[in-house]
């Protein structure tokens, strides 16, 4: 299972990709209001780090507008996926996109229909947004349920990243599900390391180490 950060904070990233276990980073507009940068700028810095998949978002809602702005944002680098919405001028957009070997992610997907469509369209990632179902009082790891199944019953290639994870149970779930990709805030995934018995564990071992006789 390949393990993205969704943020676009190049520290956070730059940490987790020195630790080894960074796959792939995903952006979107909220987040990059956040840092107070250059979209571009922020791309090629997280692209010159070596990250192999970087999502970044277009903000057009026309198809032409979607289309144009996909070929930019490819153009920055080779590592970029362009993000677009799940609407039908994102369909259209990324049916186009995908035709000229633009890897594509679909996303603000909410239902196991829409994800059918992307994948109908030639999607390279489909992200289904958990955390706001669950918030909704919806089960999205029900979404993820259903979606990877319908993805193996008909051998789409499209792969599953799970977006929206709140917490680390969101990363297990999605893994015993199958799902390719789990997209996480950079509190999560430090999360995923952690755990109280290794950091006491470790207390013990160095303080009995004390008591070994050196030379
Ligand atoms: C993923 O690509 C999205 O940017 C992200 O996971 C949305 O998460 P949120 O619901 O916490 O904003």
Not at 90 to 109: K, S
């Amino acid at each position: 299972m390949k393990l993205f950060l969704d943020t676009a904070s190049v520290t956070e990233i730059r940490t987790m990709w020195n630790v080894g276990i960074l796959d792939g980073v995903t952006t979107n507009p909220t987040l990059v209001a956040k840092e107070g940068r250059k979209f571009e700028e922020v791309l090629r810095e997280i692209c010159a780090l070596g990250v192999p998949s970087v999502s970044a978002e277009v903000v057009a809602t026309d198809t032409a507008g979607m289309v144009a702005e996909g070929r930019r944002l490819r153009e920055i680098h080779p590592s970029i996926y362009v993000k677009v919405p799940m609407t039908s001028a994102g369909l259209a957009a990324t049916r186009t996109l995908a035709g000229e070997g633009t890897r594509v992610n679909m996303t603000l997907v909410f239902s196991a229909n829409q994800a059918l469509l992307a994948a109908k369209v030639g999607a390279a990632y489909v992200s289904p947004f958990i955390g706001r179902l669950d918030d909704q009082s919806q089960d999205g790891m029900d979404l993820i349920r259903d979606i990877v199944t319908i993805y193996r019953n008909y051998r789409y290639p499209t792969q599953v990243l799970v977006a929206s994870v709140r917490h680390p149970v969101h990363v297990l779930e999605a893994a015993k599900l199958g799902a390719d990709i789990a997209t996480m805030p950079f509190g999560v995934m430090e999360k995923l390391v952690q755990h109280p018995l290794t950091d006491l564990g470790l207390a013990r071992f160095l303080k009995d180490w004390e008591k070994v006789p050196k030379a």
